[in-house]
Structure formats: structure tokens, C-alpha cells
């Protein structure tokens, strides 16, 4: 048995992260589509680290995202009163 590979020990390490990330844009395009997919499979694909992923412009990521037609959560905004008149 081999032991596993210093890319793939990174991967893991960074998944159980994830989510005290602020930036993932220094990753390389195939590293961070892996690490996508091992998002997706631990179930740690939350609003704030989906909008991490698609803040890095990742073709592959925003394609797999479009075809699983996995949409954010848009919290409405509720009308305030400024003032007294109408």
C-alpha cells in the first residue's frame, strides 16, 4: 500500500478548512476542482464556500455548479421606512 501523495494530504487538510477560508484564488484550476468535488462529497458546500468557489472564475467549477443547478440562497431584503411621508 502506498502512503498517500502530498497533493492529495493537502487537499484533505484543506477541506477540513474550508470554511475559514476568505480566498481561494491562489489555488491552480485542477487542484481547486478537486477539491470542489471533496467539498461536494463531505457535505461541506455551504452559501459562503460556494461563493468562494465561484468568486475564482473556474470554468469547470461555474459548469458543474450551472449543471446541478445548485442556485444561492437570496435573502430578501425587507423595505424599511425612512421617514413619515409616502
Partial sequence: ????????????????????FTDLSAIPDPILAQLFMKTLHAGKLTEKVLKLFMATGNEEILYFVDSLN???????ILPTRCSEKF
Fill in 1 to 20: 500500500m502506498q502512503p498517500p501523495s502530498l497533493l492529495s494530504l493537502t487537499i484533505d487538510s484543506a477541506l477540513l478548512h474550508i470554511a475559514h
Fill in 70 to 76: 445548485i442556485q444561492q440562497i437570496l435573502s430578501p
